[in-house]
């Protein structure tokens, strides 16, 4: 009997396609865990643009996963690399020592990634994406005699996962205020969602680029000196989809090059295809200091993040005795073999199937879809940019967020489809694969449902 068919493989198997017996065990990340095992939605299984539940319907995924699975589910070329690499070496260390998978994947970002951001630091996820970036960015002014320089700088609505570091630096509310003070010398620009005046705009608003002169503002209370880097999403996901006006982000780069301050990019939704090109940096030609990434990164597959850095800032490490350890941070599982495997696959995926230019070929035609929507009920904002979108929906009077959640429950259970809700918005981020017929499906049924909860 081969591995694949033994009675303990077969039991496991029949475990991940069942609804389990028992809910409580599992306390659930981002859940209403009460409300969600009353009624669970469960998936058994995936393939291509498609879950299937564990009551047997096939759902259709608008949100790539979690923003993660861009090249669909299920992919057999990076199935096969990870079950390949698993056979052959499970598990080495990065810390003094190595394989070869981390060098050669690394060497493959570094191309894809905008000059000069040619040095991949892993991690596991986004929110140590995010912690790693924000310590490399205070690490490189003290190696570089401006150790004063310790203030972060992040924004109004802003995501930048669940670390300490990720938390102090983001901007939603829910996310901050049970966990105490956070990290000191911490201060936000404002957003730039203002339905008033970009309401319904079709990609980038028009108005709001003046938004980025709030950091010279910062700059002037706590003078340039003291201030570290500025970390802010391209395209806040989230939040419920928050675009960059026109101009945006080019002006804060301008503002941090003006005052020394390194501009971090957090690209954990928008890298690798998301809003066409490999990243948001190279569809909006502005180039940051330090990009964080994970999700897409290995199709989320594999847990798996990294963090792009300029040779400025990976050289300025490169001094003092040879012997040294240069940067005292790092992860059990940086590099890890499955994971890089996963992630070398992905690459071939995105590269022979010409993923990243799907954001641009479909975007106007997803455009089109989306803004079809904007006379149902309730209907108050749309926003888009590339393969992703936002329908924000007028809140209830007995209480924000609960019209958003009745359409994310009733477009799974009634209409086989998968969307997020943040409060009242609905956010779509399908997987890169999809089709203008994937593309109307979804609409359809978003449509319906919307209707159907008016």
């Known amino acids: 009997m081969s591995a694949s068919q033994t009675p303990a493989l077969a039991d496991l198997q029949a475990q991940a396609t069942a609804a389990p017996e028992h809910h409580d065990a599992f306390w659930m990340p981002f859940t209403a865990n009460r409300q969600f095992k009353k009624s669970p939605r469960l998936l058994a299984s995936a393939e291509g643009m498609y879950y299937r539940s564990t009551d047997g319907r096939e759902i259709l995924d608008g949100t790539a996963g979690l ?18 690499q698993a056979a052959t070496l499970d598990y080495a260390p990065t810390f003094q020592m190595g394989h070869p998978l981390p060098f050669v994947l690394a060497e493959r970002l570094a191309k894809l990634a905008p000059d000069p951001l040619k040095h991949v630091f892993y991690t596991n996820s986004g929110s140590e994406s995010v912690d790693t970036a924000l310590k490399i960015a205070l690490a490189y002014h003290r190696v570089r005699g401006e150790g ?68 010279e503002r910062l700059v002037a209370l706590h003078d340039a000196s003291t201030i570290a880097a500025v970390i802010i999403e391209p395209v ?47 569809r909006f030609g502005v180039v940051p200091d330090l990009i ?66 799907r954001a641009i070929e479909l975007g106007p035609y997803w455009e ?21 979108g936002a329908v924000e929906l007028a809140a209830r009077p007995e209480g924000a967020g609960l019209r958003g959640y009745e359409v994310f429950n009733r477009a799974f259970f009634e209409q086989n489809l998968m969307v997020r809700c943040t409060g009242d918005v609905i956010a779509l981020s399908p997987p890169l694969i999809l089709n203008k017929e994937h593309i109307d499906r979804i609409f359809d049924r978003l449509a319906a449902t919307i209707r159907a909860t008016a």
């Open 148 to 215: 004063q320089r310790t203030r972060l700088i992040g924004r109004e609505k802003g995501y930048h996962g669940v670390g300490f570091g990720g938390i102090s630096v983001g901007g939603m509310v829910n996310n901050r205020k049970f966990f105490g003070p956070m990290l000191p010398g911490v201060d936000h620009l404002p957003h730039t969602l203002d339905i008033a005046r970009n309401g319904f705009s079709r990609g980038l608003p028009a108005h709001g680029a003046e938004l980025a002169n709030e950091l």
């Open 236 to 282: 806040s996901g989230s939040a419920g989809v928050v675009l960059p006006p026109e101009g945006y982000l080019r002006r804060i780069r301008e503002i941090c090059d003006k005052h020394g301050i390194l501009l971090i990019f957090d690209e954990v939704i928008t890298g690798f295809g998301r809003v066409g090109e490999a990243f948001a940096a190279q």
């Open 368 to 388: 089109q879809a989306i803004h079809a929507l904007k006379d149902l009920p309730n209907v108050v904002d749309i926003r888009n940019f590339g393969l992703v």
């Open 67 to 84: 923003w993660c699975v861009n090249a669909g589910h299920g992919h057999p070329h990076i199935v096969q690399a990870i079950q390949k």
């Open 292 to 357: 964080t990434t994970a999700k897409g990164l290995s199709n989320g597959a594999v847990p798996m993040g990294a963090v792009f850095a300029t040779s400025a800032i990976h050289d300025a490490f490169m001094h003092g005795p040879e012997g040294a350890i240069e940067l005292f941070h790092g992860y059990t599982y940086s590099g890890h073999p499955l994971a890089c495997a996963a992630a070398l696959a992905t690459l071939d995926v995105y590269e022979g199937e010409g993923l990243f230019q």
